[in-house]
Every structure is written in C-alpha cells, then in structure tokens.
C-alpha cells in the first residue's frame, strides 16, 4: 500500500516537471489591436505567435501546426512567409499597416544551405502550401519566381551570415481570390482554432465583406534573448482587415463595438496562450470614449501623445462579466485621412495601341528635410518585350535625372523566366520622382489564352523598400513599440551574423510589429548594408497590381467558321446520303398519282359529301348527264328501222 502511494507521488513530480518544461520551452500569445480611423472605418489586426526551442527535426509540437512544421523540414526551408490579400490598402487615407501585403496571393522562402535542387524544392513547397490553405499557389513555376537581391532579405536569424540571395525564392499571384475556402484552413491553423479566444472573432462573412481583408504565415529562426544564447523557431499567423462599422447613428459620431464590426461576442482568452490582449488604438479619434475600462495604458511616442489602452481577456476579472468591448467617437467626428504617409507610390500604364506600351510609377517624398533611399523591384512577365536600356528614373519637379545607385536587371525568358528590375536610388526631400521602363506586346500561342483573354493580364505589384530612421514613430501609424514584445511574447528577432573576428554582432531594429527584424540600407557603394538603429524601421510597400491588354485574336471567327462548317455538311449529308443507300424505282403516274393530287381529291369528295344541295336538282342533273352521254343517231337509220 505504501510503496503505490509513493508510486503515484512520483508520478506526480514527473508530471509536475514535464509540465514546466513544457511551459519553459514552448510560448504562445495572441493579440488583436485595434484602431479607429479618421475614414470612419476601423483597422483590425490579430496576431498569433508561437515559438518553440530550434531543432533539427520536430517529432511533436505542442503549439506550433504541425502540418507547417513538416513542410519546412521536407523542402529544408529556413524562413517561410505567405501572403493571401484581398484588396489594397489605401495608404493615402489609412497610413501604413502593421504587416504590408500586395493584392492577391505572395510566396516567398530561405532554403538551408546545404539543400540541393532547389527548383524541385520550390515547386514542391508551393504545392504544399496550396493544399495547406486551399490557394492556387500550384501555379507558381520558374516562368513567375525569381530570386530578390535587395528587398527581401531574412527577416531571422542567418546561420553563419548567410545572405546569399540565390537561396532565396520569391512570387506573386496578383490574380489570386482569398475566399472562405482559404480562411476556414487558416483558423485550423491556431492553437484553439475557432473554438476559444480571439479566434472565436474571425466571422467569415464579415472579414470577407470587408473593404481590405489579408491573411499571412510568417516561420522565422529567431534568437530568445539578445545575447541569441537560445534559438527558437517561432511561427506568426496574422489577419488584418479594414471594416465599416454598421452604427454610424449620424455623420457627426461614430459608435463602434465588436459585435457590431464582427458579429461575435467576446470570450475569455484561449487556454493554450499563455497571453491574450486586446490593444486599442485612443490617439487616432481624439478622446475617444472606450468601455469598458482598460488594464493598463501604454504610451508609444515621447510625446505621449499616442496612448494605447490594454485589455487582458486572462487576467481581468471584470472583463467575463461585460464580455463587450467599443469606443465611442467626440461629439464631432474629424473625416479625413492619416497623417500625410512620408512615402507613398502610384502605378499604371502607359503607351496606346496594341504594340507599344510602358509603366510609370510615380513615388513621393513628403518630408521636408530628409531624402531618402529606396530599393525598387519590378517582376515583369516574360510576355512583355522589355527594353532595359529605356530604364529612367527622373525628378518631375524640376525634370533632371535621378542617378541609380545599384541596378540588376535579369532579362526573361519565354515561358521560363520573367524579367527581373530591382534598382537602388535617393529621393530628394520634398520630391516626386517617376521610374519608367517601355516595352513590346507578344502575340501569344491560341493555347496560352484564358477563357477572358478580352479582361487582361496580371502584372504583379511593384515592391518598394525604404529604411526610415524617424524616432517618432512615422514609420507607421498602427507601430507596435518595443514595449509590445513583452505582451504579447514575441521574440527578439536577431540577425546575428558572424564578423571578422568571430563575433556575433546583432544587426536586427525594429519592425511595425515590435519585433526585431534585419533592415538594409543603401551604403555610398550603393549596396544594402544591415543597421541597426532603435528609432528606425524597415517599411515595405506594394503598389497596385496592372491590367495589361495583349493582341487578342477574334475568338469569336472560329465559332463562326465551326457553326458554318456545321450547316455546310449537314444540308449536304441527306442528299449525299439518300443518293448512296436508297434504290430507285420508276412509278406510274396514273397508277400512282402523287400526294398532292391525292390530297386534292380527297378534299373535292369531302367537300362534294358535306355540299348542301337538294335531291331533286341532284338527279335531273344526273339524267340530264345520262341523255348527254348517249350517242347520236342518223335519220337515215331511223328510216331503215321503220320500213323494217
């Protein structure tokens, strides 16, 4: 009896200590912020990080999907990140967003260094993807990827400083639909899916009806300290949406809540996280009137002008009792936009005709003072007949030329490769500058048109970096600070790369979401250098993805000609027919009249039958017919019968 009790004492202190490894060695957090808009719409952004000790192969994850897991360790990718956007984001009005995304689906990865054929890898990781989250990511082949040399650099840890671009993949689907097929996989993708915490928000039909709505899945190496003593691999599933709330009462207020922008009700946080908040955005309407009241206040700016109010859904008693949450505008609601974007880029296309065309896209520098340095990446299908020497980049203030800093332009290659033009340059303060590059229309195979060829043909995004160093935090109006790592626990996102001397030295800053993300900045030499600064961050943008018309054959003259052909043959098949497999046989006529006349007579005798006419005149006609029937007799035979 004895020897049991101690049996299961021990038991316990097995299981008592497993669970605080457990705890130790895996984290996970969720998050959503929200800020009203001065549109009178409402910015919603959700964010759910878990993270795990780095290891070289994962039997079991306690937080992490599994099925992500395993497709990074088939294909040996170090960094994974996939977009899945519906819309664009109106910078213009709306500022810039927590976690930029272009229009449709994005795709891009790190391998590991020592993977070998990495076409084969790619097109096996985005066949994987595609079935994860029900995409057309299949799509993606060597004719629509190429391999980044400035933009996208590792956003984790490098091993052993690593920064070799040709180990890196990258494509856009501009055309790609982000339906609920793609969300319902997403959410099974959360610790508590849909079942508990904030996933219990994510109304489909709401997020889906909303005017901007984008789903991601960030996999990063990161370090667990700044020292990186620890690594750690650490998953982001992100949604953002921009939506309307419903209760506008008049023009002058706006009164918003949860239920309304979503249709759900709060719940506690979910019991797998080991936090939950919920980050409310009080700077951007003024003294907004919030309820019910916040844990905490954070303030982001020295200022203290921007003020952020914190709900714990674990930890704050009184939240299960209202399990509601809203704002309520100042008596007069100020309509406008965001603060003027320091950046911002317009896209379109040029040219007339069915022969000649061109891009422009058109960016600005709105800060007064301070020029600044951006890497500009165009990825253009190989059906464009681009012509690299007509690359420009000029001032359309004063029209003199903007001279490039670095430049790398790969041609495509029919129906194998596109062409690659990323490009390094300095933007004067107060300054608009164009990029401009012409090119042909190709006259494709019949085979290689969609069924709505007349619509057009996708031109993916253009893709702008930018490292902006205002310690005030104009990098973004919705910036998570760095105070938001410890909320929500996210990870020192290093890049700690091995120096001359054997060193590690971080080259990390932060990023819109607080974490610690690697930058690259145009040195004098033109190249893109890592930095490390705690007022700056790195700012991608997206412009709007093109249309683009090609020479279309009539569709419509093969219909034609089938129909033609169709009613050719089929009025020459009877008699062609008839004349091969009938005999002929030669009939009388008066033994056979043909039908017409049959039908005649059939109809004198029906008529003769129904005609009203009396007996009498019937018969005198028929005597009088008998007597003029009979043959006439010569006098001369009447005599020779009387003398007889």
């Known amino acids: 009896?004895?020897?049991?009790?101690?049996?299961?004492?021990?038991?316990?202190?097995?299981?008592?200590?497993?669970?605080?490894?457990?705890?130790?060695?895996?984290?996970?957090?969720?998050?959503?912020?929200?800020?009203?808009?001065?549109?009178?719409?409402?910015?919603?952004?959700?964010?759910?990080?878990?993270?795990?000790?780095?290891?070289?192969?994962?039997?079991?994850?306690?937080?992490?999907?599994?099925?992500?897991?395993?497709?990074?360790?088939?294909?040996?990718?170090?960094?994974?990140?996939?977009?899945?956007?519906?819309?664009?984001?109106?910078?213009?009005?709306?500022?810039?967003?927590?976690?930029?995304?272009?229009?449709?689906?994005?795709?891009?990865?790190?391998?590991?260094?020592?993977?070998?054929?990495?076409?084969?890898?790619?097109?096996?990781?985005?066949?994987?993807?595609?079935?994860?989250?029900?995409?057309?990511?299949?799509?993606?082949?060597?004719?629509?990827?190429?391999?980044?040399?400035?933009?996208?650099?590792?956003?984790?840890?490098?091993?052993?400083?690593?920064?070799?671009?040709?180990?890196?993949?990258?494509?856009?689907?501009?055309?790609?639909?982000?339906?609920?097929?793609?969300?319902?996989?997403?959410?099974?993708?959360?610790?508590?899916?849909?079942?508990?915490?904030?996933?219990?928000?994510?109304?489909?039909?709401?997020?889906?009806?909303?005017?901007?709505?984008?789903?991601?899945?960030?996999?990063?190496?990161?370090?667990?300290?700044?020292?990186?003593?620890?690594?750690?691999?650490?998953?982001?599933?992100?949604?953002?949406?921009?939506?309307?709330?419903?209760?506008?009462?008049?023009?002058?207020?706006?009164?918003?809540?949860?239920?309304?922008?979503?249709?759900?009700?709060?719940?506690?946080?979910?019991?797998?996280?080991?936090?939950?908040?919920?980050?409310?955005?009080?700077?951007?309407?003024?003294?907004?009137?919030?309820?019910?009241?916040?844990?905490?206040?954070?303030?982001?700016?020295?200022?203290?002008?921007?003020?952020?109010?914190?709900?714990?859904?674990?930890?704050?008693?009184?939240?299960?009792?209202?399990?509601?949450?809203?704002?309520?505008?100042?008596?007069?609601?100020?309509?406008?936009?965001?603060?003027?974007?320091?950046?911002?880029?317009?896209?379109?296309?040029?040219?007339?005709?069915?022969?000649?065309?061109?891009?422009?896209?058109?960016?600005?520098?709105?800060?007064?003072?301070?020029?600044?340095?951006?890497s500009y990446l165009e990825m253009l299908p190989w059906f464009l007949r681009v012509y690299f020497h007509t690359i420009r980049v000029k001032s359309l203030v004063d029209g003199r030329p903007i001279p490039l800093l670095k430049s790398h332009f790969g041609p495509g290659r029919d129906r194998l490769a596109p062409h690659h033009i990323e490009v390094i340059f300095t933007i004067p303060a107060a300054t608009t500058v164009e990029f401009g590059v012409d090119f042909d229309f190709t006259l494709l195979k019949w085979t290689e048109y969609p069924p709505d060829a007349h619509r057009g043909f996708d031109v993916p995004p253009a893709v702008i970096g930018v490292k902006l160093d205002q310690p005030g935090g104009q990098c973004g109006d919705f910036i998570f600070p760095a105070e938001f790592s410890q909320l929500g626990g996210g990870q020192m996102r290093d890049t700690a790369t091995a120096s001359s001397d054997g060193q590690k030295r971080d080259t990390a800053t932060a990023s819109s979401d607080g974490q610690k993300r690697d930058t690259a900045t145009a040195s004098s030499d033109g190249q893109m250098r890592d930095t490390a600064t705690a007022s700056g961050c790195f700012l991608r943008l997206y412009t709007e993805p093109l249309l683009v018309s090609l020479p279309t054959p009539d569709f419509s003259m093969p219909y034609n000609v089938i129909c033609m052909t169709c009613t050719v043959l089929a009025l020459a098949f009877g008699p062609i027919h008839a004349l091969t497999t009938k005999n002929f046989k030669l009939i009388d006529p008066a033994e056979n009249p043909p039908l017409l006349e049959r039908v005649k007579r059939k109809g004198q005798l029906l008529l003769t039958k129904f005609r009203k006419t009396p007996p009498a005149v019937v018969v005198v006609a028929a005597e009088e017919e008998e007597v003029d029937q009979q043959p006439d007799v010569d006098d001369e035979d009447v005599k020779n019968s009387d003398s007889e």
């Open 1 to 374: 009896m004895r020897g049991a009790f101690l049996f299961s004492v021990l038991i316990g202190v097995v299981l008592a200590v497993s669970a605080s490894e457990k705890r130790v060695s895996d984290t996970s957090s969720e998050e959503l912020f929200i800020s009203p808009l001065k549109t009178g719409h409402v910015y919603l952004h959700f964010k759910f990080a878990s993270s795990t000790p780095l290891k070289a192969h994962y039997a079991h994850t306690d937080y992490l999907p599994k099925p992500v897991v395993d497709i990074l360790e088939k294909h040996s990718v170090d960094e994974l990140h996939v977009r899945l956007t519906q819309g664009v984001f109106r910078h213009s009005k709306w500022g810039y967003p927590i976690l930029s995304a272009p229009t449709g689906g994005e795709v891009w990865a790190w391998f590991k260094p020592d993977a070998e054929g990495l076409p084969e890898k790619w097109k096996g990781l985005t066949n994987s993807l595609s079935g994860l989250l029900c995409a057309t990511f299949s799509k993606i082949d060597t004719a629509n990827s190429l391999s980044p040399k400035w933009n996208f650099r590792p956003e984790g840890l490098v091993p052993g400083g690593n920064l070799n671009s040709s180990l890196s993949r990258y494509s856009m689907l501009p055309g790609e639909n982000v339906c609920t097929e793609n969300l319902t996989p997403w959410k099974k993708l959360l610790p508590c899916s849909d079942r508990a915490g904030l996933g219990r928000l994510l109304n489909s039909i709401k997020l889906l009806s909303a005017h901007y709505f984008s789903l991601s899945l960030d996999v990063t190496p990161v370090c667990a300290d700044v020292a990186c003593s620890q690594k750690r691999l650490a998953i982001e599933i992100t949604a953002t949406a921009v939506v309307a709330p419903g209760s506008l009462q008049d023009t002058n207020q706006l009164n918003w809540s949860i239920r309304d922008l979503l249709e759900m009700d709060l719940d506690t946080g979910c019991p797998l996280t080991d936090k939950s908040h919920i980050l409310v955005d009080q700077s951007s309407q003024g003294q907004m009137v919030f309820w019910p009241s916040s844990t905490f206040t954070l303030t982001h700016s020295p200022s203290a002008k921007g003020r952020i109010a914190v709900y714990d859904l674990k930890h704050n008693q009184t939240w299960e009792k209202s399990r509601g949450l809203g704002g309520k505008s100042p008596a007069r609601l100020e309509h406008g936009t965001e603060r003027q974007p320091i950046i911002s880029a317009h896209r379109f296309v040029a040219g007339y005709g069915q022969q000649n065309g061109g891009i422009r896209c058109v960016i600005e520098n709105t800060h007064p003072t301070a020029a600044i340095t951006v």
